[in-house]
């Protein structure tokens, strides 16, 4: 799938220099970050915090807050519906003024639904889903020289095929209206700076 518009990915690079400050919100923004491993997703996200102050949730952060440790059990806690009470409380601790972005979730259709769920009850809008692609060889090659624990080979290809199979879920369950895909092979700014529009667009509707 490709961003529904093309001029997006061009026009940002305009904005590469942009300087970095808060904007105001005129309302409040639910985002949904998606990408293969070593796409860059982080970096966007820390780029949200900080031009708009939208608040990032890490699902990853939250099983490690319950569990109190970082790795374990990570597969199966990304589809166990116990997320979603996590979820729920973390989000009636915070401050929904500027929305939120998460950042691993929803995983399944199920936790999709959950989401939606929240959106309403907190009155917030519906989720824009931002995919960070890049091709899986490059995927791949961006987490053998990132070297961390999680970028063996196996682990990679296994952390692939989730992805893509979390892809296909967002693409049945949400409108393309709500999808927008974005080249995550240029250089971070670049990206950052379409994310920029892409956050501007749906202000403006």
Partial sequence: MTSRRPLLAGLGLLLTGSVLFAQPLPQPLVVVLIGPPASGKSTQAQYLNKKYKIPIIAIE???AEKLGRR???MDLKRNDPALDGLLRKHLEKMDLSRGFALDGYPATRAQAEYLGKLVREFKLP???VMQIH???RVAHQRSVKRG???DEPGIIAKRLREYHKEMDMLRSYYPEADIWTIDGTRPPKGVSATVRLLIQ???EQ
């Fill in 61 to 63: 952060d939250l099983v």
């Fill in 71 to 73: 790795q374990a059990g």
């Fill in 126 to 128: 519906n989720p824009i």
């Fill in 134 to 136: 890049v091709p899986d």
């Fill in 148 to 150: 961390g624990r999680d």
């Fill in 201 to 203: 667009d749906r202000l």
